[in-house]
C-alpha cells in the first residue's frame, strides 16, 4: 500500500487556503482592533476568539452535515466552494471599512465591521471542516499520518506565502510612525490566493470516485476499525476508546491554548516588548514555519516507525522549551535577534510533530461514514481553546505584564503532555522500510 503524494498534495490546496487566511486574520486583525478602533486587549481579545465561538457549532454542525451530504460533486466540495466565494467578498470589506473609520471615524463604522467580519467568520466555518475531512475520505487508515504531513505541509505554504508576503509589503521601516497603515492590499493578495488554490482543487481532484475507492478498500480491512456497529448502523465507542478520545481532546485543546495564545498576540507582544513591528513579527513567524515545513515529511516518516503518541510527546516536550527560551530571549533582547529564528525553526518543528499526528489519532477512532462527524470534534477541541486563549492571555499581558505570555503558553504545553499520556488508542502504524524503500511512499 501506497501513499499518493501528488493526489494528496492537491487535496491540501483545500488547506492551503484557509491557512493562509488564518496566518493573515491572527497577525493583522488584533493590530486593526487596537489600533484603529482602539479597543484594550480584553475587548479586541474577545473579538479575535469569535471565529473560535461560532467554530464550537459550525465545525460539527457542517462536519456532520457534509457527512450526510451526497451531489455529483461530492460530500465535501460543495461546502468548499461556497465558503470560499463568500469568504473572498466579505474580507475584502473589511480594510475598505478599515482605512474609512481611520479617516472619519463613526460608530455606524464600527458596527459594520464588527458584522462583516462576523459573516466572513460564518463562512469560513462553513467549509473548515469538510475541507479537512477530504484528506481521510480519500486516504487509507494506516497512510492518514504521512497523508496529514502533506497536508500540513500545503497549510505550511499557505502561511509561509501569506508571511512573506506581508514581511515585504509591510516592513517596520515602512509602517513606522505612520498613524494608519491601509491592509487593503495584503486582503487583496490573500483572496487571490484562497481563490486559485480552490480552481486548481476543483479542476484536479474528482472526489467521489476517489472516496469510491478508498471506501472499498476499507471495507476489504475490517482490522483497521476501532469502533463496533450497534447493529443499526450508528457507531459506538468501546469505553476504552472512549476514555482515550477524550483525553485525546483534552490534549488539543491544552496545547492549542499555548500555541494559539502566542501566535494571536506575538505581533503585538514584539510591539510591546522590543518595539518591532509586524515585519520583525512576521518573520519570526516565517522561520517557525519554514521550520515547520521542513519537519513535515520527516515527521510523517518518524511517526509510521515509532508511533503517533510518542512523536506527539516529544513535539510537546520541544514546544515548551521553545516558550521557555522565547521568554528569556525576548524579554533580554530589545529586537530581533539571529538566536531568536533557531527557536520559532524549534517551534515550527515540535508543532510539526504534534499537528501531523494529533488529527489522524482522532480519525482513526471513527468509521468511514463519520468522518466528518470526528474531525468537527477535533476542531471543536481546538477552537473551544482559542476561545479561552485570546481573552485569557489578553488579559493576563494587560493586568500582569506582556512578558507572562510565553510562560503562559509553556504551562498549558506541559499540561497537554500530562493527558497525553492517558491517551491509548489511534495510534496506528505502518511496517517501517528500510533504506531506499523508506523512499518510495514520496513517488508520485
Not at 493573515?24 to 479586541?44: K, P, Q, R
Not at 473548515?128 to 505541509?153: E, F, G, H, Q
Not at 530589545?334 to 494529533?358: D, E, K, Y
Not at 492517558?422 to 495510534?427: A, E, K, L
Request: aromatic fraction near 10%.
Amino acid at each position: 500500500m501506497k501513499l499518493n503524494n501528488k493526489r494528496t498534495i492537491l487535496v491540501g490546496l483545500a488547506f492551503l487556503s484557509i491557512s493562509a487566511f488564518w496566518q493573515m486574520y491572527d497577525s493583522v486583525m488584533n493590530l486593526i482592533l487596537t489600533g484603529t478602533f482602539h479597543l484594550n486587549e480584553t475587548l479586541s481579545g474577545a473579538i479575535m476568539a469569535a471565529d473560535n465561538i461560532l467554530a464550537l457549532f459550525l465545525l460539527p454542525l457542517f462536519g456532520s452535515l457534509s457527512d450526510r451530504t451526497s451531489t455529483r460533486i461530492g460530500k465535501r466540495t460543495p461546502y468548499i466552494i461556497a465558503g470560499t466565494a463568500f469568504a473572498v467578498i466579505l474580507m475584502n470589506i473589511l480594510p475598505f471599512l478599515d482605512n474609512s473609520y481611520a479617516a472619519e471615524p463613526s460608530l455606524f463604522k464600527l458596527v459594520s465591521f464588527i458584522i462583516v467580519l462576523g459573516l466572513l467568520l460564518v463562512a469560513m466555518g462553513v467549509y473548515r471542516s469538510p475541507a479537512v475531512a477530504l484528506m481521510p475520505d480519500v486516504t487509507p487508515k494506516p497512510l492518514r499520518s504521512k497523508a496529514n504531513a502533506i497536508i500540513n505541509l500545503m497549510g505550511a505554504v499557505g502561511g509561509i506565502i501569506y508571511l512573506a508576503v506581508s514581511a515585504v509589503m509591510y516592513p517596520t521601516e515602512k509602517v513606522a510612525g505612520l498613524d494608519h497603515v491601509n491592509y487593503q492590499p495584503l486582503f487583496l493578495t490573500v483572496s487571490a490566493i484562497m481563490v486559485a488554490a480552490i480552481v486548481i482543487l476543483l479542476l484536479t481532484i474528482r472526489e467521489p470516485k476517489l472516496a469510491a475507492e478508498n471506501q472499498a478498500l476499507e471495507r476489504r480491512h475490517p482490522e483497521w476499525d476501532l469502533a463496533q456497529d450497534d447493529g443499526s448502523g450508528h457507531e459506538v465507542l468501546p469505553a476504552p476508546v472512549k476514555r482515550s478520545l477524550g483525553f485525546l481532546l483534552a490534549s488539543i485543546a491544552l496545547w492549542f491554548i499555548a500555541y494559539n495564545g502566542v501566535t494571536t498576540w506575538f505581533s503585538r507582544y514584539v510591539a510591546e516588548v522590543m518595539g518591532e513591528a509586524l515585519g520583525g513579527a512576521s518573520t519570526c513567524l516565517l522561520v517557525a514555519t519554514a521550520g515547520a515545513i521542513v519537519s513535515y515529511i520527516p515527521i510523517g516518516v518518524i511517526a509510521s516507525k515509532i508511533g503517533r503518541k510518542r512523536t506527539i510527546m516529544g513535539g510537546i516536550i520541544l514546544l515548551a522549551v521553545c516558550f521557555l527560551l522565547g521568554f528569556v530571549l525576548t524579554t533580554h533582547y530589545r529586537s530581533i535577534q539571529p538566536i531568536m529564528f533557531a527557536v520559532f525553526a524549534l517551534v515550527g518543528l515540535a508543532w510539526a510533530a504534534i499537528n501531523v499526528n494529533s488529527l489522524p489519532m482522532v480519525v482513526e477512532m471513527c468509521k468511514g461514514s463519520d468522518i466528518g462527524k470526528f474531525t468537527g470534534y477535533y476542531y471543536t477541541a481546538s477552537m473551544a481553546a482559542q476561545v479561552v486563549t485570546p481573552i485569557l492571555a489578553g488579559t493576563l499581558m494587560r493586568v500582569i505584564d506582556y512578558q507572562v505570555l510565553f510562560p503562559y503558553a509553556a504551562v498549558f504545553a506541559a499540561l497537554s503532555f500530562v493527558t497525553m499520556i492517558f491517551v491509548r488508542h489511534g495510534d496506528a502504524k505502518v511496517a517501517a522500510k528500510k533504506g531506499l524503500e523508506a523512499f518510495e511512499d514520496l513517488d508520485d
